[in-house]
């Protein structure tokens, strides 16, 4: 039987036999090999759910996409730390790759309201100070261990600049983004708070499974305890 032991630097073979000496370089090796090729898969595999979700708006040819998706830098964020603080200028816009994210402003009150939960394929940023370069008043936190790709002002303004379409795609980002922000206005004024939260869970039935009630109260405006109240409405209807 072989044993090895120490790192992958210095393994050696504790039972010798005629193979001692080529059998720890052969293993050492296949080990290697397979390490740095599932290293390279990982930012491989990032930057296709970046491409297809690209196609989804406009059309590009292999090399324009390719060109674009180059532009991004891969990040890895651990869950409750944070992408953006209130009062940093926010220089990123962020395509979610894995993870959930929630982006939210504290009052003066010191009470929490969250603009919008961020999960797998969706984009993130503070708009106002990524465009305006003014200190952002939001605060966007990690709710589970992550991974995005980020783009830079300068990268994106080189992007618009070399690769038309691409100010195409980031157009239909924000008028959707607008319309969802208007929806939200409006419901917010004319809908009651049980009425928003069976369309939130209706709507997003996954996302709302990872998220706690104290997170769904802040994002429907309401307090956790009507929340609580709500979900005993719904379950004595059942």
């Keep these: 039987m072989i044993r090895f032991t120490g790192n992958t ?5 504790v039972y010798t036999e005629k193979y001692t000496t080529v059998l720890p370089m052969i293993f050492r090796n296949f080990v290697m090999e397979i ?20 196609l989804k708006h406009i059309s590009l040819s292999q090399d324009e996409i390719e060109a674009f ?14 992408l953006l603080r209130e009062g940093d200028v926010c220089k990123f816009e962020a395509f979610v790759v894995k993870g959930l994210f929630r982006v939210y402003h504290i009052d003066q009150n010191g009470y929490e309201q969250i603009l919008y939960f961020a999960v797998e394929n969706w984009w993130i940023t503070d708009i106002d100070s990524f465009c305006n ?5 939001l605060f966007i936190e990690s709710l589970e261990d992550s991974e995005i790709l980020l783009i830079a002002k300068k990268e994106k303004e080189y992007a618009y ?25 409006i419901d917010n004024l004319s809908k009651t708070a049980d009425q928003r939260y069976i369309e939130f869970s209706t709507k997003y039935p996954k996302l709302i499974q990872r998220l706690s009630n104290i997170q769904v109260a802040a994002y429907l405006g309401i307090t956790n305890v009507f929340l609580s109240n709500i979900r005993k409405k719904i379950a004595l209807k059942k």
């Design 133 to 137: 370069e003014t200190p952002s008043q």
């Design 69 to 82: 998706v180059d532009l991004f830098a891969k990040k890895e964020i651990r869950k409750r730390e944070f």
């Design 161 to 185: 600049t070399n690769l038309p379409q691409i100010e195409k795609l980031f157009r239909i980002m924000t008028q959707k983004t607008h319309v969802a922000l208007q929806r939200r206005m």
């Design 35 to 54: 390490f740095h090729s599932q290293m390279k898969k990982k930012p491989i595999k990032m930057k296709e759910l970046l491409k297809e979700n690209i």
């Design 9 to 13: 630097n210095d393994w050696k073979v």
